[in-house]
């Protein structure tokens, strides 16, 4: 089974950028999909982006379109989520997994791995 690491995170100004990377060991990245999801306190998980594991197939959730960015590199094993134009509402814990599906209309709730997540917080 894959093995998750989220790192990237931190405290960022409104407008601001940041870049989110998911780590894979114990297995190779290739056959995977990959999702971002976020969960800030008092609110209900959020499915932000993912990105399929062959064809690259790639997912934004509406409150995220046009300013992140998901990406993969097999290579490295690792996927990026590229966050720019930063808002405060984008506060939260971001985590990577591995759902069981993903496609341009979203990703599944359920998930084989997931990491421990990282901090993002935006704020001035």
């Known amino acids: 089974q894959v093995q998750l690491v989220e790192s990237g995170g931190g405290l960022v100004q409104p407008g601001g950028s940041l870049r989110l990377s998911c780590a894979a060991s114990g297995s190779t990245l290739d056959y995977y999909a990959i999702g971002w999801f976020r969960q800030a306190p008092g609110k209900e998980r959020e499915g932000v982006s993912c990105?399929?594991?062959?064809?690259?197939?790639?997912y934004y959730a509406d409150s995220v379109k046009g300013r992140f960015t998901i990406s993969r590199d097999n290579a490295k094993s690792t996927v990026y989520l590229r966050m720019n134009s930063l808002k405060p509402e984008d506060t939260a814990v971001y985590y990577c997994?591995?759902?069981?599906?993903?496609?341009?209309?979203?990703?599944?709730?359920?998930?084989?791995?997931w990491g421990q997540g990282t901090q993002v917080t935006v704020s001035s």
């Open positions: 997994a591995t759902p069981y599906y993903c496609s341009q209309n979203g990703f599944s709730n359920d998930f084989g791995s």
């Open positions: 990105i399929s594991s062959i064809a690259g197939t790639t």
